[in-house]
């Protein structure tokens, strides 16, 4: 970091001035779990999940509405106050800004964490060695997957990007957190997704119930029925010996 506060790349400051940020949460207790984070929104997704809940995130070429520069001086003004920055979406992976912003809230002190589908593994892997944490989504098994995704090729991709973050957690100590959201008619994918997951290694895992509230096709997310489906299934996957299962 230069003296000035500026950062120490020229290609790091265009890198941050090119970001599209959709919007700024400046304190969130839920975005990454035991932290206390500012959480910034990057614009664009490649993928169309059918519950997604950010469907306004998913158009690439819609410009931010907040300036890096608001995000640096929300963080400055509450050093000792936040733990870290989350960078979401979107998928913030798509940016390559997302990396020099990494680096720039890693030199001011602060923690890094990203929540990311692993639809673009190498820019995963660049990023990996500047983040603290990482959420990721894994959608569906293979055969299910780029159904769910609405995306030619996205199970490859989410299954080379587990397989970066599980290295990151056994090389550097990384903390992760893998999560499935599940709407209704994903039960049984999900509990073979689960047992898969587990066999590779994934120590901590989340289980999302989907909500239709803001999506972009799921209708109903509470059909009879489903809420005891949803409560067996995270009963199945607890006997699967996760060293920490979420609920939620």
């Not at 809940?53 to 520069?69: C, E, F, I, K, Q």
């Not at 098994?141 to 080379?160: I, K, L, N, Q, S």
Request: with cysteine.
């Amino acid at each position: 970091m230069a003296p000035d506060g500026e950062p120490t790349s020229g290609a790091d400051a265009a890198a941050l001035a090119s970001l599209q940020i959709a919007g700024l949460v400046p304190l969130s207790t839920v975005d990454w779990p035991g932290m206390l984070v500012a959480t910034a929104f990057l614009q664009g997704c490649p993928w169309q999940c059918v519950y997604c809940h950010n469907p306004d995130l998913m158009a690439s070429r819609t410009p931010g509405t907040v300036a890096w520069d608001e995000v640096a001086a929300l963080l400055r003004r509450r050093r000792g106050l936040l733990d870290g920055l989350v960078l979401t979406g979107g998928e913030p992976t798509r940016q390559l800004g997302a990396l020099a912003a990494a680096r720039w809230a890693r030199e001011e002190g602060f923690a890094v964490g990203l929540h990311t589908a692993g639809a673009y593994p190498a820019r995963l892997a660049a990023l990996l060695p500047h983040v603290d944490w990482v959420g990721l989504d894994v959608k569906a098994t293979a055969a299910r997957y780029d159904t769910v995704a609405g995306a030619r090729h996205a199970g490859e991709r989410a299954t080379a990007s587990l397989a970066l973050v599980l290295r990151a957690a056994a090389e550097r100590g990384t903390g992760y957190e893998v999560r499935t959201t599940v709407a209704p008619g994903m039960a049984s994918d999900t509990l073979v997704l689960a047992r898969d997951l587990r066999a590779a290694g994934v120590r901590t895992y989340a289980l999302q119930q989907a909500r239709a509230e803001g999506t972009l096709s799921l209708a109903d997310a509470h059909p009879p029925g489903w809420d005891a489906e949803f409560a067996a299934l995270a009963e199945e996957v607890r006997g699967l010996g996760f060293e920490t299962l979420h609920v939620r």
